[in-house]
């Protein structure tokens, strides 16, 4: 029974994407271990045990924390980050489901925060707590719908032109991040002065705008979180629904799979492409607009034409490692985020805090590998199946041999049996035709006889034919 259960579990796709993610993750963990064996022999002020610390301390996140009160806040925070992740994640997960590459999520990112922070910074709700609720979601929306457009923008060149998405997602990219530094540089009340900080933007605590908490800062005392996780989950699940259970969702896979055989089967790819990145943008904008309206965090619009968001790019990894599947892109977001919490535990091991980020960059390198491990599964099932086809049409061959043996016998037996009986017939097949032969031969002797006698007498009926004719 249970040999079956798991014979079928193995057989589904699911199963052997999952196993094909958790061996990266092994590998670049175990990786990650041996190169901080190396860095303890080469520090003299390490040891190989501070190389296992390290790695319990690391595979502890935020539990390794110490005191009560660090590991609840440092789980509130790991929560938090993993928001933005998700959303990107997904972003990114969507259009590859299309066949696209998203490389521009980063762009998204910031087109969405700035929509959401125009919006919510530039209207005041403090003492008015439901009109606060309303201002952000207005602010979000204004998000949304600046990351889709921006995200159409290489859909388009991609579906009418047949540029390379990838190409177009970079340059929007930099155009991106050098519109929000000149919206925000010239809109001075909107800057941070009064604390000293000319390069950031002020928070929507200043507002009365920011993410509603729904309870879950009491629960995570003194950490970021806020109902921005929940809203990403119920995105990240919506999207799997859209994607699985909808015709839209069919013909967005069914593109990706083949786009001249979706056009052929009469629907309409360059719609399905700009759609699909549409849709991403819209994605990875809503993780910067959930990102930044939170009260806590702060924007530093004036370096944002140098550098982009980490969280753009960071967004492929987990959409690697989740295999594409909006529903694991959450749980690779969180333990992404996860490891980040354990690495900026490293130094009590003796370690740099960035070590983490190493380990993680080697699990994204390894996932690279995932369909090398899902081909393996599929070839050992394949032998499998190949072993019981061979087991039912070759038997044993013990009792092929027997089996063989019986037909000999029998045909041996056959044959002895037959002999005589075709011996017989054919004797009396012979005593047949010497009776006929006896029989016949007086007949024909008489005949000849008969013969002769008729020759004898035709000259003298030729003479009396002469005289008569006299």
């Known amino acids: 029974m249970k040999s079956g259960f798991f014979s079928k579990l193995r057989e589904k796709a699911g199963f052997k994407s999952v196993t094909s993610s958790v061996l990266c993750i092994i590998a670049g963990i175990l990786v990650g271990f041996l190169v901080m064996i190396l860095l303890s022999i080469v520090n003299e002020r390490t040891s190989i045990g501070n190389a296992f610390k390290g790695l319990l301390i690391l595979l502890g996140g935020p539990f390794s924390s110490g005191r ?27 259009a590859y489901k299309t066949g696209l590459f998203n490389i521009g999520a980063a762009g998204q990112f910031l087109m969405g925060l700035t929509g959401a922070l125009l919006v919510a910074l530039n209207i005041n709700t403090n003492g008015n707590p439901a009109m606060g609720v ?27 032109f047949n540029v390379n998405e990838v190409i177009v997602c970079i340059m929007t990219n930099w155009i991106a991040a050098n519109i929000v530094s000149w919206i925000f540089g010239s809109m001075p009340n909107l800057i941070n002065s009064g604390s000293g900080k000319s390069g950031y933007l002020i928070t929507t605590a200043a507002t009365g705008n920011g993410t509603p908490t729904l309870g879950l800062n009491k629960i995570f005392k003194g950490s970021y ?32 799979a083949n786009r001249n055989g979706a056009k052929y089967a009469g629907m309409n790819e360059k719609r399905n492409i700009i759609l699909s990145m549409a849709i991403a943008g819209g994605l990875a904008a809503i993780g910067g607009a959930l990102y930044y309206l939170n009260p806590g965090i702060e924007f530093k619009f ?30 690779v977001s969180l333990f992404i985020r996860y490891l980040n919490v354990g690495g900026g535990n490293l130094p009590s091991a003796g370690f740099n805090k960035y070590i983490a980020d190493v ?27 190949a072993d019981l086809i061979a087991k039912a049409v070759l038997p044993d061959p013990g009792a092929a041999a027997a089996a063989a043996g019986s037909v000999t016998q029998a045909a041996t037996e056959a044959a002895e049996s037959v002999t005589p009986t075709v011996t017989e017939a054919a004797e009396s097949v012979t005593e047949a035709v010497m009776e006929t032969a006896e029989s016949v031969t007086p007949t024909v002797t008489e005949a000849a006889e008969a013969a002769e006698t008729v020759l004898e007498q035709t000259p003298v009926l030729e003479n009396t034919g002469k005289e008569d004719d006299k």
């Open 68 to 94: 009560g009160a660090y590991i609840i806040t440092n789980l509130g925070d790991m929560i938090f980050y993993a928001t933005p992740l998700i959303m990107t994640g997904v972003s990114v997960a969507i």
């Open 134 to 160: 309303l201002v952000w979601i207005l602010a979000v929306l204004v998000g949304t719908l600046s990351g889709m457009v921006w995200g159409a923008i290489p859909g388009f060149f991609r579906a009418v």
């Open 302 to 331: 004036d370096s944002a034409y140098a550098t982009l968001p980490d969280y753009g790019f960071n967004g492929i990894p987990a959409a690697l490692l989740g295999s594409n599947n909006p529903i694991a892109v959450i749980f």
């Open 359 to 385: 380990i993680i960059a080697l699990i994204i390198y390894f996932a690279g590998f995932s369909k090398f491990f899902s081909d393996i599964l599929s070839r050992r099932k394949k032998r499998a199946e």
């Open 225 to 256: 979180i806020d109902m921005g996780i929940i809203v990403a989950v119920l995105i990240a699940i919506a999207i799997y629904i859209m994607l699985t259970k909808t015709t839209l969702g069919y013909e967005l896979r069914a593109c990706g």
